[in-house]
């Protein structure tokens, strides 16, 4: 049984306009969720977290938001530019930090 | 500042051989420690985590295995590999449970 699902292997995105990619999870002891990017053959490099008390988590061009009813969350990445065409991995953690679930990933390719 | 480092990048090695995937932390003490798979076309899965010198825990069961001998150090290894421990092997640390995890830039794991 997957806990953190990534519904969409990959997106398109025109440089400049918004990526938004989608993350679903199942546990509903997980209180901690963070993204990830990967290039190929490297390891993922930490983005943006976002902790259960939060909706909302803004970093640069970089923002989290998470819906605890509906075990949502997105990250959106605005302006997109060529350089943020990688995999990017949800991940969700419960309190104790010892069930860390990664997701499938979603391939993102921003077009120049 | 913290850093990782992880060898070899690359290893092919015939089924039924040994294993020894070594990782080493610098920077910082007493991390958490991680090791992942990432199988062809799909998300990372958990594989050991270490809290602390000597203490492995497992998270799926297989043929392999993980042991801390200094605090800084972790090693994955097999006694006898399969066909399907083919993979991107992937080390990664943390200051603590609940906290963002970094990785290294892994090792791509053929076996023929």
């Known amino acids: 049984d997957q806990q953190v699902k990534q519904n969409s292997p990959s997106l398109s995105v025109q440089e400049g306009r918004i990526s938004i990619l989608n993350c679903d999870y199942t546990n509903s002891m997980f209180d901690y969720f963070l993204w990830y990017k990967k290039y190929p053959a490297e390891g993922p490099t930490f983005l943006i977290s976002?902790?259960?008390?939060?909706d909302k988590n803004e970093d640069g061009r970089f923002t989290v938001f998470l819906n605890k009813s509906a075990k949502h969350l997105s990250l959106h990445i605005v302006p997109s530019q060529p350089g943020d065409s990688a995999v990017y991995f949800c991940a969700a953690s419960d309190q104790y930090g010892q069930n860390f679930v990664f997701g499938p990933g979603t391939r993102l390719s921003v077009l120049p | 500042s913290q850093t990782i480092h992880q060898w070899p990048a690359t290893l092919v090695q015939p089924v039924g051989s040994p294993l020894s995937l070594e990782c080493t932390v610098e920077?910082?003490?007493?991390?958490?420690l991680y090791w992942y798979r990432q199988a062809a076309g799909r998300g990372l899965q958990l594989l050991f985590y270490?809290?602390?010198?000597?203490?492995i825990s497992s998270e799926v069961p297989q043929n392999l295995s993980a042991s801390r001998p200094q605090d800084r150090q972790f090693i994955l290894s097999s006694k006898k590999l399969l066909l399907s421990d083919s993979g991107f092997y992937l080390c990664?640390?943390?200051?603590?449970?609940?906290?963002?995890?970094?990785f290294g830039d892994g090792t791509r794991l053929s076996i023929l």
């Open positions: 920077g910082t003490s007493n991390p958490n």
């Open positions: 270490s809290v602390g010198i000597g203490q």
């Open positions: 990664a640390w943390a200051m603590s449970s609940n906290q963002p995890q970094h």
């Open positions: 976002i902790s259960s008390i939060k």
